[in-house]
């Protein structure tokens, strides 16, 4: 298998594609959803809530915290997460720039 070449891109095109890679997940959108509706940090059990195995949930958690969408802590086994806003807003903004470039064309094949 090939190596990514990402120095070949840009920063922005990279990031974009970091981005989209964590949210390509469902069970990560699903981590998100909870979240966000909580309207607070989660420090409860997402095991129970999502029905994915601990391991699992934990694998998905720490992409999130890669690209810096959520933050929080882990102390044994008490995990709370929650939005880092500042971020959601940069992500917002970065997805909404790239959504929003013009795409018309004269005659479309």
């Known amino acids: 298998m090939g190596i990514t070449k990402?120095?070949?891109?840009?920063?922005?095109?990279?990031?974009?594609?970091?981005i989209f890679k964590v949210?390509?997940?469902?069970?990560?959108?699903a981590i998100?959803?909870?979240?966000?509706?909580?309207?607070?940090?989660?420090c409860n059990d997402l095991v129970?809530?999502?029905?994915?195995?601990?391991?699992?949930i934990s694998q998905h958690l720490k992409e999130l915290k890669n690209i810096g969408i959520i933050k929080g802590t882990i102390e044994g086994k008490s995990v709370c997460y929650c939005i880092?806003?500042?971020v959601w807003e940069s992500i917002k903004g970065e997805l909404a720039y790239f959504f929003n470039q013009d795409v018309r064309v004269d005659k479309c094949c």
């Open 23 to 29: 949210l390509g997940h469902p069970a990560r959108i």
């Open 6 to 18: 990402t120095e070949i891109f840009t920063d922005n095109q990279n990031r974009l594609a970091s």
């Open 48 to 56: 129970s809530e999502l029905g994915l195995a601990q391991a699992t």
């Open 84 to 86: 880092d806003e500042k």
């Open 32 to 42: 998100l959803n909870h979240i966000i509706n909580q309207k607070a940090c989660i």
